[in-house]
């Protein structure tokens, strides 16, 4: 087991993405603290999978997108294990409207959540590795809208481009510590936030059609690259992005 003896702070790990990245790194081995903003019904759901790989795990309630409640669950996952050696940002939302359209309380959500509550999570984690000098791994799960236009979703990439730069600077600024800070770039995954859209065959299709691998990722295609990115196997990584989506960003074709 790669993570045997790490202990693992998951954002918004009650569904989708965040929740197959906890199950993942508990079967490497970490005891992991699972994070949920309103979906409780799912954090538990999570660490009762934890629990029966006989990991330690707790859930705790947090809004991300307040920075309150951000240094509160990075404090309270340290109070439930002891410490925290790998924090994944992962929680975010997104909201469909236009740029003419979109109200000024959406976007202010998506980018509280998506991006501040990555920052200040981060800054939390950073101040207790420094306080036990022991290091660390932040993983924020970005997007292929790292780099790629998404029209109609513009403070969304706004917020994953920003994790982008976090990450640089963060890789280059916390490597004194021993602190190594990635990002993982998902494409179009089968989760929640998908629902509408992959309900709906007018949609998928020509999603699917841009996709080379002709499929949606799962969650588990994501968490397999996190938990090596948590791991021994990765030292020597930081500042990278690494894109999971099957091909997609860099699709291109002539006929
Ligand atoms: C978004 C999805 C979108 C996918 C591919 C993800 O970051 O959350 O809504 O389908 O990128 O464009």
């Known amino acids: 087991m790669k993570l045997s003896g790490k202990n693992a702070l998951v954002t918004g790990s009650d569904q989708g993405i965040g929740q197959g990245i906890a199950l993942r790194l508990a079967q490497e081995g970490a005891d992991v603290v699972v994070n949920y903003r309103k979906n409780q019904e ?5 660490c009762e999978q934890i629990r029966q ?4 795990t707790a859930a705790v309630q947090a809004d991300v997108g307040v920075t309150a ?3 509160r669950l990075v404090e309270e996952a340290i109070a439930a294990l002891g410490s925290l050696d790998i924090l994944v940002n992962n929680a975010g939302i997104e909201k ?3 740029f003419v359209d979109i109200t000024e309380e959406d976007y202010h959500a998506v980018i509280a959540v998506t991006m501040s509550g990555a920052f200040f999570c981060t800054q939390s984690f950073a101040r207790h590795r420094q306080d036990v000098k022991g290091g660390g791994r932040v993983i924020n799960i970005s997007s292929v809208h790292e780099e790629l236009p998404f029209p109609h979703f513009t403070p969304y990439c706004m917020a994953k481009g920003g994790l982008k730069m976090m990450m640089r600077n963060l890789a280059i600024e916390l490597a004194p510590l021993g602190i190594t800070v990635n990002n993982v770039a998902p494409g179009a995954i089968e989760t929640p936030i998908n629902k509408k859209l992959l309900s709906d065959p007018k949609l998928l299709e020509p999603l ?13 295609d994501v968490a397999g690259v996190t938990a090596f990115l948590a791991s021994a196997d990765a030292d020597y990584i930081t500042a990278a992005t690494i894109v999971v989506d099957g091909g997609l960003l860099w699709n291109y074709s002539e006929q």
Do not use: E, F, K, W
């Open 42 to 46: 799912g954090a538990d759901a999570t």
């Open 96 to 98: 469909n409207a236009s």
């Open 69 to 71: 409640d951000a240094r």
């Open 208 to 220: 699917l059609a841009n996709i080379p691998l002709r499929r949606l990722g799962q969650p588990s």
């Open 53 to 56: 790989m006989g990991r330690r």
